[in-house]
């Protein structure tokens, strides 16, 4: 499937909130956390919106593949670590700096593809979020802003492949 129906694919999804119980937590604590340090308190609704989208489109890539993925009994003897949130975070931050830097192999669809969708997700958030003030933010805050939105969606894509490699997901 090309980049655009991923892209597209990933954002219908991302309005059923397919996020697993941990996930869900790391989200909350993104947009607690990054509402109480910006400077508008919107921002971290922003940075969870961007994190639920990137999940999505690692949801849409494993659906692709034949993977039916589901969040493992937190209780099973047969897990370990899988109710760590700090481990969860550790971990999909690791795997979001080898997704950026086109390393580490997280990727199930080809690394270009995936990119190029994350790419799409990037700019329509970006657009989304700051469409009514264009004219206020310069060239540099458009692009902090840009790279903000990417940090919060490839992590979130991220975060998937961290349940996967601790076993919350299986």
């Known amino acids: 499937m090309p980049p655009e129906e991923l892209a597209k694919r990933a954002r219908a999804l991302a309005q059923a909130h397919p996020l697993t119980p941990l996930a869900r937590r790391y989200q909350q604590r993104t947009v607690d956390s990054e509402g109480a340090s910006q400077p508008l308190a919107e921002i971290g ?4 919106a961007a994190l639920l989208v990137g999940y999505c489109l ?4 494993e659906s692709e593949a ?4 589901e969040a493992v009994d937190r209780d099973s003897p047969l897990v370990e670590g899988v109710d760590d949130l700090d ?7 690791a795997i979001a700096a080898d ?3 086109g390393t580490g192999g997280h990727v199930i669809g080809g690394d270009e593809r995936v990119i190029k ?3 799409l997700i990037v700019a329509s958030e970006v ?5 009514n003030w264009r004219e206020s933010f310069d060239e540099a805050a458009w692009a902090e802003f840009e790279q903000y939105v990417t940090w ?3 992590q979130g894509y991220a975060v998937r492949v961290a349940e996967m490699v601790t076993g919350a997901v299986a």
Do not use: F, Q, S
Request: glycine share 6%; charged share 35%.
């Open 45 to 48: 609704i922003w940075a969870g």
């Open 58 to 61: 690692r949801r849409v890539e």
């Open 66 to 69: 034949g993977l039916a993925l």
């Open 87 to 93: 481990d969860l975070v550790e971990r999909a931050t």
């Open 99 to 101: 997704v950026r830097a």
């Open 117 to 119: 969708a994350l790419d």
């Open 127 to 131: 657009d989304k979020r700051l469409h």
């Open 152 to 154: 919060w969606v490839v």
